[in-house]
């Protein structure tokens, strides 16, 4: 490939903090396989060392940009483009960009991902979570997303849900849908299950994100009286919230450095989430390690389930119900490694199966074919 491509990113995902820095990473690891060593790459708030305030980012919002992204940051972005045949935009909120990138130089190729449609995310946080001045930013994510599907070449969502809501707010469908490749990391003795007690091991897997903590809080109260066994909850900022959710059939774990260890305790994976936008990856994640999920259907978005070997759990008796048969089936015989979990993850999740898909669909963009 000897294309030159630039990779463009709000921030540099150094520490994980949540599902859309997963598929950040794994996108990019995509993108430098594919254009091998011809991937130069941008991060917006590197650009300036100004500091990202409420007051700047709601003066840009007034001005129709979504900090970092600013009139600064776009006159840097254009020397940076010299040579470049292809831009890869990660995160709809700087759609402005590829319209910047489309006026300066129209033979560039530009992809946009949109992780969510997130001007709905926003007014979700300011609804749910009280955060009023999200909604101060509403109209220049509508300008950015809208700048991204009449710019992009190539458009990406991550869901089917997402990829109809874009359609109906749009006007456009994604070109492309991007599951959640994850990097596999159940090779020999990871693949086999551990168990520490006699137990039933229930294990919940997610940073203390305002979506996973409401759902926490809602099982730890609703379900986890009403069935036997042990619920770990594992995550960065988790331990923040131990005595508020610790009982005595829950330990709040927290941050750890390596999760697998926690996938091999457990039995199955509960993922009681009620909203949010976008895919959840921890799923994806835990059908990696081969394991039965019980989840909402916000949980399973993006997924066939069905075909996952998963459970979908719609109101509270359903939980009770589902975590009680399991656990019967777990004295009879092992229900740790669900093969047909694993076997999905490795058909349609993994990098493999997803480069696959995305390097075909960037060989059609490059080449200039169409539809």
Known sequence: MNSKALYIRGERVIAVQGGADIVSQSVL????QYFEGNLDELYINELTAEPLTKGRILKG????????????EQSILMERLAGVDFVFVDQSVYGRACEDIRRFDSKIRIA?????????????????????????????????ETAAVAAADLVIAVSERDARLMSRLYGRKPDLIVAAPVQDVCTGINAHPIHSSNDFVMLFVGSAFPPNLHGMRWFVRNVMPNVDGRLYIVGHGFEQYRHELSRKNVEVVGSVEDTIA?????????????????????????????????GTQEAFIGYDY????????????????A??????????????????????????????????KFSAVLDRILSGEQE
Request: charged share 25%.
């Open 29 to 32: 690891a995509m993108l430098r």
């Open 262 to 294: 926690w996938y091999q305790k457990a039995h199955c994976v509960v993922s009681p989430i009620f909203w949010g936008q976008g895919i959840k990856v921890k799923t994806a994640e835990a059908y990696m390690h081969g394991k039965i999920v019980i």
């Open 61 to 72: 919002a007034l001005h129709g940009y979504f900090e970092p992204y600013g009139k600064k």
């Open 323 to 356: 975590l009680r048969n399991l656990d019967t089936r777990a004295r009879v015989y092992d229900v740790s490694f669900c093969r047909q979990a694993r076997t999905y993850y490795e058909q349609e999740l993994s990098v493999d199966a997803q480069y696959r």
């Open 112 to 144: 946009a991902l949109f992780h969510n449609i997130e001007r709905k995310y926003y007014a979700q946080r300011a609804l749910r979570l009280f955060r009023i001045h999200n909604l101060f930013l509403v109209p220049a994510i509508i300008r950015a």
């Open 306 to 321: 069905l075909r996952a070997g998963s459970i979908l759990a719609k109101k509270k008796a359903d939980w009770i119900e």
